[in-house]
């Protein structure tokens, strides 16, 4: 994975609504097809999926379906 695409998704989890909009849909565009860092991101999505902020858990669930 490079550096961008991680910072992309450190940034899915930030609480600047702005940075975190625009990582989320930087990564929904990435995940448009199949993307060799799939199983790199996949258990931090599944942790997400019980996050308490409910914003966080909707992101989560679309970048799975996405990498799926």
Known sequence: MD?????????????DRELQNKAFLTILKLTDKPVDWAYEAWDEMLA???HKDNHNRAIAAQVLCNLA
């Open 3 to 15: 550096k961008l695409t991680r910072t992309n998704l450190d940034n899915l989890w930030s609480e």
């Open 48 to 50: 997400n999926l019980s």
